[in-house]
């Protein structure tokens, strides 16, 4: 079975950090690109990046380039997401997903952690 | 990379039918067949319903089914029952980043 499972949320000040994991099972994760969600508290969902199974490509959604870093570990089939420069908008359930090969959509997801940003 | 736009709110009684719209551009959902939709439940994550515009993955009943013209996609559901009762975002790869947009999600009210 396929599982996914987000950890590393929590309470963090205004331009502070925080890394995000993903630990996966029950399939291949070097096989697959990976990509991280975000839904805003009682709002809709935003594309936040992807990588490749290698890890060399990696694709951001401008709100976020510069300030959050995706990467990955294929021998401990982990995901991560390394958040800089956090800010209030930045608060949201962060949700990592599986690529559903060649279609571009995500057909595996975690429960996400929720990370908020406050002072 | 703005959101793709979806009606706020779409309601029907058990048995109808209902669509749901997924208005883009020309960058994003009328220039490519990698358009999604997901389910999404009260905290709970999202479940993908249909991909590539049309098909549907495994397991997903085929009351679901997804159609495009333009730069409009659309999400139909059949034979509409209460477990259907849930939010719905359309997503569709875009040429901008590359990247990929969400829609702005629509609350699907079972009357």
């Known amino acids: 079975e396929v599982q996914l499972v987000e950890s590393g949320g929590g309470l963090v000040q205004p331009g502070g950090s925080l890394r995000l994991s993903c630990a996966a099972s029950?399939?291949?994760?070097?096989?697959?690109?990976m990509t991280w969600v975000r839904q805003t508290p009682g709002k809709g969902l935003e594309w936040v990046g992807n990588?490749?199974?290698?890890?060399?490509?990696?694709y951001y959604a401008d709100s976020v380039k510069g300030r959050l870093t995706i990467s990955r570990d294929n021998a401990k089939s982990s995901l991560f997401l390394q958040m800089n420069s956090l800010r209030p908008e930045d608060t949201a359930v962060y949700f990592c997903?599986?690529?559903?090969?060649?279609?571009?959509?995500?057909?595996?997801w975690g429960q996400g952690t929720l990370v908020t940003v406050s002072s | 990379q703005s959101a793709l736009t979806q009606p706020a709110s779409v309601s029907g009684s058990p048995g109808q039918s209902i669509t749901i719209s997924c208005t883009g551009t020309?960058?994003?959902?009328?220039?490519?067949?990698?358009v999604s939709w997901y389910q999404q439940h009260p905290g709970k994550a999202p479940k993908l319903m249909i991909y590539?515009?049309?098909k549907r993955p495994s397991g997903v009943s085929n009351r679901f089914s997804g159609s495009k013209s333009g730069n409009t996609a659309s999400l139909t559901i059949s034979g509409l029952q209460a477990e259907d009762e849930a939010d719905y975002y359309c997503?569709?790869?875009?040429?901008?980043?590359?990247?990929?947009?969400f829609g702005t999600g629509t609350e699907v009210t079972v009357l």
């Open positions: 997903a599986r690529d559903f090969i060649g279609t571009g959509s995500h057909d595996h």
């Open positions: 029950g399939f291949s994760f070097s096989s697959f690109w």
């Open positions: 990588i490749q199974q290698d890890g060399n490509a990696k």
């Open positions: 020309s960058s994003d959902v009328g220039g490519y067949n990698y």
């Open positions: 590539d515009v049309t």
């Open positions: 997503n569709s790869y875009s040429s901008s980043g590359p990247s990929y947009v």
